[in-house]
């Protein structure tokens, strides 16, 4: 299950459903960074990736539980992510 940090989303202008575009398994575009743990521990990962209207976002996600995902940040990607 996918969880959203809303607050964030909003503050980017950024909807669910280009989030769950970006992070379609299908999304060829959509490359993968690591990320340092969270404070608590999880493994943490950056999405960058093309939503079907052509935008490209950075969507950084954490792994809550073996079947259990945060997504606790989405914005047009920057250049790190380009």
Known sequence: ???YDDGNLKKHKVTRQ????V???RNLTTRVFDLAPARN???RAMFA???LE???LEVGVEAISDA?????HAMDATQQYR
């Open 68 to 72: 259990d995902e945060h997504v606790f």
């Open 49 to 51: 990736g093309l939503t």
């Open 1 to 3: 299950m996918i969880t």
């Open 18 to 21: 280009e989030v769950d575009q």
């Open 54 to 56: 052509g935008r490209l």
């Open 23 to 25: 992070l379609d398994s």
């Open 41 to 43: 521990g999880n493994e």
